[in-house]
């Protein structure tokens, strides 16, 4: 099968909204190019949006990178007390707070990735000159593009495989696994939304002269 019927089956499957179809259609290899055409086309639109919105830039990710940090320790606070007061337990006590990590993990990077703080070698590069500095930071929006691609591509796979499975969280009754994993493909486009943001800004910056390094601060503010 050719890369543009692999292309247009996934089309189908998606239109049919059924996940067995959507499960086998996104096993070729032509998801690969769709993907990336996905996600580079809604990443683009998640870094217009940012700038259109500066309080979705400056706030949506640690919203819910703090959501989910509190549901987590809510859990677990509550599962402790309800444990070995009330001789008790939720039965997804210890299966949800996994899912939840995962969410304000993966957002957290997009987000750490808008502050630079993922290993810069800002040091190093500031010696540079301003070509090598640009050059640099396009092989990072290089890599964190290839890196979403990666984490847009097998998600969507393990998202739809899991739906197609019918996979239901351990100790509920009908909460569904993937209601979880998708959010991981979300992640990825805000990971391409951030990562061409930040190139956009450098090239603004190196066309009008302005220091492209500068010193990233873990937790500081963009």
């Known amino acids: 099968m050719s890369t543009f019927s692999e292309i247009g ?4 499957a998606l239109a049919t909204q059924d996940s067995f179809e959507i499960s086998g259609a996104l096993r070729p290899n032509g998801i690969w190019y769709l993907g990336a055409l996905t996600m580079i086309v809604l990443g683009f639109a ?37 444990r070995f007061i009330f001789n008790s337990q939720w039965p997804w006590s210890t299966t949800i707070p996994p899912f939840l990590f995962m969410i304000m993990a993966w957002f957290g990077a997009a987000y750490n990735i808008r502050l630079r703080t993922h290993l810069s070698f800002s040091e190093f ?22 890196f979403a691609l990666i984490l847009f591509v097998t998600t969507c796979r393990v998202a739809a495989n ?14 569904m696994q ?42 500081g503010d963009t």
């Open 125 to 146: 590069r500031t010696k540079m000159g301003p070509t090598g500095q640009l050059t640099c930071l396009f092989l990072d929006f290089l890599l964190w593009l290839g």
């Open 46 to 82: 998640v870094s217009l949006l940012y700038r259109a919105i500066p309080l979705l830039d400056r706030h949506l990710e640690r919203t819910i990178m703090v959501a989910s940090y509190l549901a987590i320790g809510f859990i677990i606070f509550w599962a402790v007390i309800d």
């Open 162 to 175: 899991s739906a197609a499975n019918f996979q239901i969280v351990l100790g509920t009754d009908n909460t």
């Open 9 to 12: 089956a996934i089309i189908s």
């Open 178 to 219: 993937w209601w979880f994993l998708v959010s991981a493909p979300i992640a990825a486009v805000l990971i391409a939304g951030r990562a061409i943001e930040n190139i956009i800004e450098d090239l603004q910056k190196y066309r009008a002269g302005e220091p492209l390094i500068e010193q990233a601060v873990i937790g």
